[in-house]
């Protein structure tokens, strides 16, 4: 009987694995990999990441905190949601508080996790941590790292809602938590 790649036992057999780049923010392992029916993946390659969060803020007069920021890869510049990378040693729920007051110079308010995600599971090892804080308030000026150019926008939540609708929030790590956001709160 032919074994299931689509159960927990249709894992992988890793046969050999070696980096091909190792850097702070990209390491692409190169592996090759025997399926559970026994045929060979010669080149399977995962891109290895930190994990990520990213934050649905609502202030608390109920305005949503977002960014703009150029993406060079994509040569576009977009509303996004605050959002960042977990260090090591760190919480999501910390990465996440730290990331928001470091890029909008917003915080406390009352967090939950919204959802956890897998940017790409097909190629990246890592996570993203998806959390609502609701009650946000100006705390802070920002403090960006030295590559870091945001500009910080309130704005309403039917103005956010219809960006989503009109396909101008480009970055699909955010508009997933947003679009969860919009879905559970009409609950």
Request: proline residues 5%.
């Given at each position: 009987?032919?074994?299931?790649?689509?159960?927990?036992?249709?894992?992988?057999?890793?046969?050999?694995?070696?980096?091909?780049?190792?850097?702070?923010?990209?390491?692409?392992?190169l592996e090759?990999?025997?399926?559970?029916?026994?045929?060979?993946?010669?080149?399977?390659?995962?891109?290895?990441?930190?994990?990520?969060?990213?934050?649905?803020?609502?202030?608390?007069?109920?305005?949503?905190?977002?960014?703009?920021?150029?993406?060079?890869?994509?040569?576009?510049?977009?509303?996004?949601?605050?959002?960042?990378?977990?260090?090591?040693?760190?919480?999501?729920?910390?990465?996440?508080?730290?990331?928001?007051?470091?890029?909008?110079?917003?915080?406390?308010?009352?967090?939950?996790?919204?959802?956890?995600?897998?940017?790409?599971?097909?190629?990246?090892?890592?996570?993203c941590f998806s959390?609502?804080?609701?009650?946000?308030?100006?705390?802070?000026?920002?403090?960006?790292?030295?590559?870091?150019?945001?500009?910080?926008?309130?704005?309403?939540?039917?103005?956010?809602?219809?960006?989503?609708?009109?396909?101008?929030?480009?970055?699909?790590?955010?508009?997933?938590?947003?679009?969860?956001?919009?879905?559970?709160?009409?609950?």
């Open positions: 009987m032919k074994k299931s790649t689509i159960t927990e036992e249709g894992k992988y057999k890793v046969l050999s694995s070696k980096y091909l780049f190792n850097r702070p923010w990209l390491t692409v392992r090759e990999a025997e399926l559970p029916d026994g045929r060979l993946v010669p080149e399977y390659y995962v891109l290895e990441y930190p994990n990520w969060i990213n934050v649905v803020a609502i202030t608390e007069d109920g305005q949503m905190v977002m960014e703009r920021q150029y993406r060079h890869a994509v040569g576009s510049t977009a509303f996004e949601i605050p959002c960042g990378v977990i260090e090591k040693g760190e919480e999501p729920i910390e990465a996440a508080q730290r990331e928001l007051m470091e890029e909008t110079g917003f915080g406390g308010g009352e967090w939950s996790l919204l959802m956890k995600g897998a940017p790409n599971p097909g190629s990246n090892n890592n996570y959390f609502l804080a609701k009650g946000v308030r100006k705390m802070s000026s920002q403090k960006l790292d030295a590559t870091e150019d945001i500009s910080v926008h309130l704005l309403s939540e039917e103005y956010v809602r219809q960006l989503l609708e009109d396909g101008e929030i480009i970055q699909i790590l955010h508009a997933a938590p947003l679009w969860k956001y919009f879905a559970t709160k009409a609950k």
